[in-house]
């Protein structure tokens, strides 16, 4: 076997070989393996690097025992490796398959017709085609039972089945990426780190009108239960995302915030509610009781509770008087 295919096939056809398994068996998405995991590069590389390496060492234990042969067996060796080199079995079934006569013997199946001196051979069918005719007859026959008899799917079928996978697939990506929210799917935040991340966004873009205590200023109050535009989560998103009531000086910040970080705030503010500010605006609005809040238990509201007087408390540190706040 080993001298029936020369080298320079066999080490690109037992890369590709590994490369293709590689590329099988890693999951990379739809970048390939090698690109989205250098390792596998390296691994790659290392495979090239043995395969050519084994060829070369190959190659010269070949050379130094043919160098201690008897000048006979050299001779065979040479005819023998000549022989093979030639890819004679290729050849062989190459002629096999195009089944054609030799040109020295065209004379037996030449038809006794001539046109203008065109005469016709009366070759038979190339084997490789009458093969891959057969070939198709089973197919045909394995494709009429499935589809026509054992009723398979069809392309229609197939197609809404992926969707209907796809839309799965969807759903259950939409649950845990965080970044694809908008004003109908947002939920409040509660880890500690999306709270940390949403005071960070409050302290560097609203505290001018809220203050950093929510206690309000040029903006309305957001530590009572009075509230303009709505004080659940899904209002709140939507006041930060779009704005509040034109002229009011609410901006819409979807321009400047990602949908996260719009929800991480929104959550923020939700945790002002029932502290304390230093300076607190009198009441805007209505009183809206979030009609969630009787579901979700006393449980989180009393953990709520606690974790808005610490941030209460530092946050009272930081404040600022409204007219510092305005001059920056
Ligand atoms: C330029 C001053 C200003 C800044 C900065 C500002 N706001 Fe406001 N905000 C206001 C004003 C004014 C209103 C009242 C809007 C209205 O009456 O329609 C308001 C209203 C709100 C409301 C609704 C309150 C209610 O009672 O319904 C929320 C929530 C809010 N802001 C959150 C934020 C958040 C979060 C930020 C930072 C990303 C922010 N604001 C930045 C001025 C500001």
Same mark, same amino acid.
């Given at each position: 076997?080993?001298?029936?295919? @020369?080298?320079?096939?066999?080490? @690109?056809?037992?890369?590709?070989?590994?490369?293709?398994?590689?590329?099988?068996?890693?999951?990379?998405?739809?970048?390939? %393996?090698?690109?989205?995991?250098?390792?596998?590069?390296?691994?790659?590389?290392? &495979? /090239?690097?043995?395969?050519?390496?084994?060829?070369? *060492?190959? =190659?010269?234990?070949?050379?130094?025992?043919?160098?201690?042969?008897?000048?006979?067996?050299?001779?065979?060796?040479?005819?023998?490796?000549?022989?093979? &080199?030639?890819?004679?079995?290729?050849?062989?079934?190459?002629?096999?398959?195009?089944? $054609?006569?030799?040109?020295?013997?065209?004379?037996?199946?030449?038809?006794?017709?001539?046109?203008?001196?065109?005469?016709?051979?009366?070759?038979?069918?190339?084997?490789?085609?009458?093969?891959?005719?057969?070939? $198709?007859?089973?197919?045909?026959?394995?494709?009429?039972?499935?589809?026509?008899?054992?009723?398979?799917?069809?392309?229609?079928?197939?197609?809404?089945?992926? /969707?209907?996978? %796809?839309?799965?697939?969807?759903?259950?990506?939409?649950?845990?990426?965080?970044?694809?929210?908008?004003?109908?799917? &947002?939920?409040? /935040?509660?880890?500690?780190?999306?709270?940390?991340?949403?005071?960070?966004?409050?302290?560097?873009?609203?505290?001018?009108?809220?203050?950093?205590?929510?206690?309000?200023?040029?903006? @309305?109050?957001?530590?009572?239960?009075?509230?303009?535009?709505?004080?659940?989560?899904?209002?709140?998103?939507?006041?930060? $995302?779009?704005?509040?009531?034109?002229?009011?000086?609410?901006? +819409?910040?979807? +321009?400047?915030?990602?949908? /996260?970080?719009? +929800?991480?705030?929104?959550?923020?503010?939700?945790?002002?509610? =029932?502290?304390?500010?230093?300076?607190?605006?009198?009441?805007?609005?209505?009183?809206?009781?979030? @009609?969630?809040? %009787?579901?979700?238990? +006393?449980?989180?509201?009393?953990?709520?509770?606690?974790?808005?007087?610490?941030?209460? *408390?530092?946050?009272?540190?930081?404040?600022?008087?409204?007219?510092?706040?305005?001059?920056?």
């Amino acid at each position: 076997m080993r001298n029936l295919i @020369p080298s320079w096939i066999r080490v @690109p056809v037992l890369f590709f070989i590994v490369l293709g398994t590689v590329e099988f068996f890693v999951d990379s998405g739809n970048q390939p %393996a090698f690109v989205k995991y250098p390792a596998v590069l390296l691994f790659l590389l290392l &495979v /090239l690097f043995i395969l050519i390496s084994i060829e070369g *060492i190959v =190659g010269s234990l070949e050379n130094v025992m043919f160098q201690k042969l008897d000048p006979e067996a050299k001779a065979k060796f040479i005819a023998d490796r000549n022989k093979s &080199v030639q890819l004679d079995w290729l050849k062989k079934t190459y002629i096999k398959l195009l089944g $054609s006569k030799p040109i020295e013997q065209e004379a037996e199946i030449i038809l006794d017709h001539n046109y203008d001196g065109i005469k016709e051979l009366d070759n038979d069918l190339p084997p490789w085609w009458k093969y891959a005719f057969y070939i $198709s007859i089973v197919f045909a026959v394995v494709y009429l039972l499935r589809f026509e008899v054992f009723s398979g799917q069809n392309q229609i079928e197939e197609f809404d089945t992926e /969707l209907a996978e %796809a839309q799965v697939a969807i759903e259950a990506y939409k649950k845990t990426a965080k970044g694809l929210v908008d004003v109908n799917t &947002v939920t409040q /935040l509660t880890e500690t780190a999306d709270l940390a991340a949403g005071k960070n966004i409050f302290n560097t873009n609203c505290v001018a009108c809220h203050m950093a205590d929510g206690g309000g200023g040029i903006g @309305p109050n957001l530590t009572d239960n009075h509230w303009i535009l709505g004080g659940d989560i899904k209002s709140i998103f939507h006041t930060v $995302s779009e704005g509040g009531r034109s002229g009011k000086g609410m901006i +819409a910040w979807k +321009a400047q915030l990602k949908p /996260l970080e719009i +929800a991480q705030v929104a959550s923020y503010v939700m945790t002002f509610q =029932g502290t304390t500010p230093a300076n607190p605006k009198a009441a805007e609005g209505d009183i809206i009781v979030d @009609p969630n809040a %009787a579901t979700e238990g +006393a449980e989180a509201t009393t953990e709520e509770t606690q974790e808005t007087t610490e941030t209460q *408390i530092d946050t009272t540190l930081q404040a600022e008087t409204p007219a510092e706040a305005i001059n920056e």
